[in-house]
């Protein structure tokens, strides 16, 4: 399996939907916490991994992905055999579409 690290601060939601990805798919990770009140999702090597200064982000062997809806899709393909992704297209969309972004 991959060596995941993903990058952000517990109390975000964002980060939350990848957490609980790995948690039920039983899969280890490595949490590095982002103070985002101390602007450190500003940081130049952290821009580096995510150019809009958000979080979450997820290395994966030391690639970058960034955007929830990626990473989850990502991860439940990669960790889960897509066992969170519904085999209905409509349906899938709206999973997609209730984790648009409101912010
Ligand atoms: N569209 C992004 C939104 C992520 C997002 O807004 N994260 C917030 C934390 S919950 C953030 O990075 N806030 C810090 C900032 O905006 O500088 C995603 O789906 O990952």
Known sequence: MANFVLYGPTLSTYVRTVRMIFTEAN??????????????QSAPDYLAKHPFGKVPVLAVDGDYLYETCAIAQYLDAAVNN????PDDLMTQAHMRQNHGDRG
């Open 82 to 85: 897509g066992g969170f992704t």
């Open 27 to 40: 899969a280890p990770y490595e949490l590095q916490p982002i103070d985002i009140f101390q602007g450190e």
